[in-house]
C-alpha cells in the first residue's frame, strides 16, 4: 500500500514507519512526507533518505485551503492511506470524511484516556501505573476514532513529562509500523463501509 505521512516536527514516528517498510515483507511504502511547517526537523530527514516531500505553511492561509492543498499533494503522490505522525493541525471535516477508514493518528495516551494535549503529563498527575500510545482512525471527533491498536509502558518514580514523552516514543516505534501494516493488509470489509456510511447518514 502507498502511504503519505504527515508531520510538524522532528519525525522520529515517520522515521520508524519508513525503516520498517524497508524490511522485507513490508505492507506499505511511503510515497510522501508533508508538513504545514517548511521548517520542520523530520522534512530534513525524508529529503536525506530519498523520499517525496512537500511543505506549506499553514500561516495566513484558511483551514479549508490549507486542507485542500495537502489533500491534492497527497493525491498526486499516490497515496491510498495517510498515516498522521506529530502532524499538529487539526483538519476539516471534509478532509477527514474523504479519507475516513484510510487516515490513522498516533497519539501518546491509552485511548479513550486523555485525547488532546499535555498526555503525560495528565498520567502522572492522575498517579497512573502505566502511560503508553495508541493508534487510532481518525474521525471528526478529535482522538477518538476508532482504536487500533495501544502499547502500555511503565511510568516510573520520579518520572516527568518527558523522561516519560521519550520512553513511550520508543513503545510508539514498535507500534506505529506494525498496526499500519497490519491495516493497510487487512482484507476489505464491505459491511464495515456500510455501518460508516449508514453512521453519517444518521
Ligand atoms: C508523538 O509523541 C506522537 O504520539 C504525537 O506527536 C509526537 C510526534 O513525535 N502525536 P515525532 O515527530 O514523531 O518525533
Redo the contacts with the bound molecule.
Sequence with gaps: AKVAVL??????????LLYASRQAGAAYEIVLVASNDPEAE?LRLAEAEGLATFALSHRGMARADHDAAMDRAVREAGAEYIA?????RILGTDFVSRWEGRML????SLLPKYPGLDTHARAIEAGDTHAG?SVHLVTDDLDMGEVLGRAEVAILPGDTPETL?ER??LA?HQLYPRVLSEYAARPFDPDWLIARVRERAM
Design positions: 508531520i510538524s516536527g522532528k519525525g522520529t514516528n515517520m522515521a520508524a523530520g498522521l505522525a506529530g502532524y499538529m493518528n498516533i497519539h501518546p500510545a514523552a513511550v516514543k510508539e
